[in-house]
């Protein structure tokens, strides 16, 4: 689908728990095909504070509703005046931007790596693997309980396992502690990755040990998202690249990570 | 509908917006939102001689009403842009003029000979004013000598219009104006972006990864038009006014303040679509105050 800026109407606001809210948008007209990976660049208006829109990974597609779905957690104002979006108001959204992940050519069996609010690309990414009939083993890490969400909706794509860093929920730890990171990686023939940077190293340099492909969602500060302001640059094995239009999904092997 | 053209040099625009340098990047990119054909022209991004890779990341903080970066000029360097770039952009019906920056003179020199040669190209813009390059940049565009220096050079080897933008990190911008005015400038586009600083309290680091960075966007403005309407006091040559604009009203302000056209910059970022609402918007001013040309405006502030 090609990017375009847009007033979106907020059909609905599902508030998750304290902090976490999923807000359905409303598109005008038929829309095309969505890459699970790509993002979108939401202005908070009337802000005093905020100048700058805040972008958002797309979470859910629905093509017959025409709608798309956004997971937001509250890490600031802008985030937070999002996450309680009015139904019936409109956003501006710049969307879809970005490249989106490599879907496997033929059935694969694939691990989901999500940390905190990394999932949310991971839930349309997850839906059409299954679609696509691969098996699909789903890691999410959180700092608590708390911040682990929709996990009634992972399940339903394959088989879910969690880690949290107080022990509240699954194994103790960070994601990487999971056993699955042990000895058994090499059972898959592809693994994405979306979360905080440290922990996509980690799970990059674990991808990289075992020789399984791996693609991870960045998250850089960005003023446009569409490749003009140049702020959001990674550097590459090719040198900077925007991480708004080379990415946000790179495979690890273009980054130069020291892992 | 007005007459919204306006004329830098020799060169008539089809109307006063133009889209500032780093802020647009070759036009392409805004292929999907807009026929870019309907500005009155766009600046491409800085351009050096060599192909730079920038500065390293994180290159931009938010501020209050603006934002700073010091994305450092990265760009692929003239002779890719001429192979690669400008073919492409010969498909627009609009003013491309490329902004030109360097390290030294002699890089200055070479970049606007390559652009010489280039037909679709109807300028160079001089960068004398980038703050985010370690060598060169503002510090040619901070001093008087120095501005004269580097425009009298391109001046001797670029026949085609040549528009000069100043920076604004100076004690008097009009003796800079002067200076490269006298040295054969055919226009003056200001400000480049102010230099400034974030700090992360909570880290206690600077938030640029090169400590200090240019900013822009609203916050600029009010500092934009005082330097637009005392440089247009004093030259005899176009102005081009740039700095935080975000609406037609404040684009009206600049061509009050003496500004022949203006460049929208900033505000690309955050609405893609915002030059043509200015456009339209400049259009539905004039005609409401019942001037039949934008040119009625120019410089016409009450006093």
């Not at chain 1, 710049?94 to 496997?104: A, D, E, R, V, Y």
């Not at chain 2, 340098?21 to 500005?39: A, N, Q, W």
């Not at chain 2, 491409?44 to 970066?69: C, D």
């Not at chain 2, 037609?248 to 690309?268: P, R």
Request: net charge negative; hydrophobic share 40%; aromatic share 6%.
């Amino acid at each position: 689908m090609r990017k375009s800026v847009q007033n979106l109407k907020v059909i609905a606001n599902h508030r998750l728990n304290d902090n976490h809210s999923i807000i359905h948008l409303q598109v005008d007209g038929q829309l095309e095909n969505i890459n699970p990976g790509q993002f979108a660049n939401i202005l908070v208006d009337q802000s005093q504070s905020i100048f700058l829109r805040r972008p958002f990974s797309i979470h859910t597609v629905d093509y017959q509703k025409n709608t798309i779905s956004i997971l937001i957690k509250e890490v600031g104002e802008g985030t937070r005046t999002l996450a309680h979006a009015q139904v019936d108001s409109y956003l501006s959204v710049i969307f879809p931007l970005g490249n989106g992940f490599t879907l496997p050519v033929s059935k694969e069996k694939v691990l989901l790596v999500g940390g905190g609010c990394g999932v949310a690309p991971l839930m349309l990414l997850a839906q059409i693997l299954s679609k696509d009939s691969n098996e699909i083993d789903i890691l999410i890490g959180a700092r608590s309980e708390i911040d682990l969400v929709e996990l009634d909706q992972y399940i339903l794509f394959g088989k879910l396992f969690t880690t949290t860093e107080d022990g509240s929920h699954g194994i103790m730890g960070f994601v990487t502690d999971h056993p699955l990171f042990d000895t058994k990686l090499d059972q898959y023939e592809r693994i994405y990755c979306c979360g905080p940077e440290p922990m996509m190293k980690a799970v990059a340099a674990k991808a990289r040990l075992s020789s399984v492909k791996c693609e991870v969602s960045l998250e850089n500060t960005m003023a446009c998202g569409f490749g003009v302001c140049l702020c959001c640059v990674t550097e590459t094995t090719q040198g900077h690249k925007c991480i708004c239009t080379d990415g946000p999904v790179f495979n690890i092997n273009q980054l130069k990570w020291q892992i | 509908m007005a007459d919204l053209t306006t004329v830098i040099h020799n060169i008539k625009l089809k109307n006063p917006v133009l889209t500032a340098s780093g802020t647009f990047g070759y036009g392409t990119e805004f292929d999907d939102f807009f026929d870019i054909s309907r500005l009155g022209g766009i600046i491409v991004k800085g351009t050096t001689i060599h192909p730079r890779q920038g500065n390293s990341y994180p290159r931009m903080a938010e501020t209050a009403s603006g934002m700073l970066n010091s994305v450092g000029l990265q760009n692929g360097g003239a002779p890719n842009f001429a192979s690669v770039i400008y073919p492409i952009l010969t498909k627009y019906d609009t003013s491309v003029f490329v902004n030109v920056s360097g390290s030294t003179i002699e890089d200055y020199v070479a970049c606007a000979e390559i652009i010489n040669d280039l037909d679709h190209i109807a300028g160079i813009e001089l960068n004398i004013s980038c703050p985010n390059v370690k060598e060169g940049g503002m510090a040619f565009g901070t001093s008087c000598p120095s501005a004269a220096a580097v425009v009298s050079a391109v001046r001797k080897v670029y026949y085609k219009t040549m528009i000069v933008k100043l920076s604004p990190n100076v004690t008097d911008i009009v003796e800079i104006a002067k200076a490269v005015e006298g040295s054969g400038a055919d226009a003056l586009s200001l400000i480049n972006t102010l230099l400034g600083m974030a700090i992360n309290a909570e880290t206690r680091k600077p938030v640029l990864s090169t400590i200090t960075g240019g900013l822009s966007g609203p916050a600029v403005k009010p500092i934009a038009l005082r330097m637009v309407w005392q440089v247009a006091q004093a030259s005899k040559i176009p102005v081009i006014g740039i700095g935080g604009i975000m609406n037609a009203t404040d684009a009206i302000e600049f061509f009050l303040a003496g500004a022949s056209a203006v460049q929208v910059g900033t505000a690309n970022f955050i609405d893609p679509l915002i030059t043509l609402k200015i456009i339209d918007g400049i259009d539905s001013y004039l005609n409401r105050h019942k001037f039949s040309s934008v040119k009625d405006i120019i410089g016409c502030l009450h006093l």
